[in-house]
């Protein structure tokens, strides 16, 4: 028996967001499953959602391989193409690209094949990453629009704010001037402006963390929004001990037992993917049953406090984040965001649906 460490999709809750995330916009939907589809599995996810319109990801092998697999969608490579090598492949498998540099235009130059190619051309609004400045746009597009290779462009942005209070009027604002005189299809909205900011919808939305079922938003949960958790990590107890007052767990001894309590071992640590910040007191699920993490988590194991549960026992359930446990909440005590604990399980954790 491998370790009992596993990850379930649940491939019914991706498409139950997918839906509400149709019920909230007109606008085409291109679902995110760059890394790895946030950890979920690329193409399970994919054929999860293949509803959706289009597919918006990284990596240019893996959007030949949703082609190969016989997706007929718009593919979106979000950081375009690095070499210009990729360039024919872009034709050959009809990839569309983000242009975000002028490098990339200098690239584009050297590639003869005529209207092979599909272009998001990416505009800085005030997330200062990727993308041209406002007033270099108008420029641009004359030099696109007379492209030879190129068929199609699509002006989009990002924004850097939509899960915020601050929100997205100023970049919005932005956008839209500088958009406006362009009979272009536009695109703008993650998962938080989809939600919350229907006058970002445009053209396309571009959903991720809320289609695995997480919410964009610190102060309103999955829940709240209807969305359901997709990715289940859960593991088992392997060892149950008392502790006498004055006992110490794990590395660092970083936690000491105040009275008599007992504690169970789980197969879990941070070479699976749980995170190693995760302080005393981040939520864990026995059996169904809220507890807490106690202690430093070590590559392998972490440790719960089963004080509350005389009958818990070796072999019995741990959930560590998913159904019955947002993952934003194991995410919140450990210092950092769901987006990063769903894709940071690592290859040895066993995932499946
Ligand atoms: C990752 C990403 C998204 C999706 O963002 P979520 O917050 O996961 O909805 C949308 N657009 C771009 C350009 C992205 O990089």
């Known amino acids: 028996m491998p370790r009992p460490i596993q990850a379930h999709i649940d491939l019914s809750a991706l498409q139950h967001n997918l839906h509400l995330a149709r019920r909230a916009t007109s606008a085409r939907i ?76 200098a690239m584009l130059d050297a590639y003869p094949r005529r209207g092979s190619l599909q272009v998001w051309l990416k505009v800085n609004s005030g997330m200062n990453r990727l993308g ?14 007379a492209h030879p290779a190129v068929r199609d462009i699509t002006l989009m942005t990002h924004f850097s ?63 709240q929004l209807g969305l359901q958790p997709v990715m289940t990590l859960h593991s088992e107890i392997i060892s149950v001990r008392e502790l006498k007052a004055g006992d110490y767990i794990g590395y660092g001894g970083q936690f000491r037992a105040e009275t008599t309590m007992r504690v169970g071992v789980v197969a879990c640590g941070y070479a699976d993917g749980y995170p190693r910040h995760a302080q005393t007191g981040t939520p864990v699920l026995v059996q169904g049953q809220r507890t807490r993490m106690l202690g430093r988590v070590s590559m392998d194991m972490l440790t719960v406090d089963l004080s509350a549960m005389p009958t818990a026992a070796v072999g019995n359930r741990v959930t560590l984040w998913g159904d019955g446990l947002p993952v934003e909440e194991v995410a919140h005590a450990a210092g950092t965001i769901s987006y990063e604990l769903l894709c940071a399980l690592t290859a040895r954790v066993p995932v499946y649906s």
Not at 132 to 144: G, I, K, N, T
């Open 30 to 105: 291109m679902a995110v499953i760059k890394a790895n589809a946030y950890g979920h599995g690329l193409l399970r996810v994919a054929e999860a959602l293949k509803a959706a319109d289009g597919f918006a990801l990284l990596d240019i092998n893996d959007a030949v391989r949703l082609r190969e697999a016989g997706y007929r969608q718009t593919i979106l490579l979000l950081e375009g193409f690095f070499t210009p090598d990729d360039i024919p492949l872009l034709a050959e498998y009809d990839l569309a690209c983000v242009i975000h540099n002028a490098q990339q235009i």
């Open 132 to 145: 041209f400045a406002p007033q270099e746009v108008p420029a641009v597009m004359e030099q696109l629009k």
């Open 161 to 223: 704010h939509a899960d915020e209070t601050s929100g997205v009027a100023a970049q919005l604002e932005v956008f839209n001037a500088l958009s406006a005189p362009y009979r272009v299809a536009r695109s703008l909205a993650n998962s938080a402006a989809l939600l919350r900011y229907p006058a970002t919808h445009a053209d396309w939305v571009r959903p991720g963390i809320m289609l695995y079922g997480a919410s964009p938003f610190a102060e309103t949960s999955a829940q």
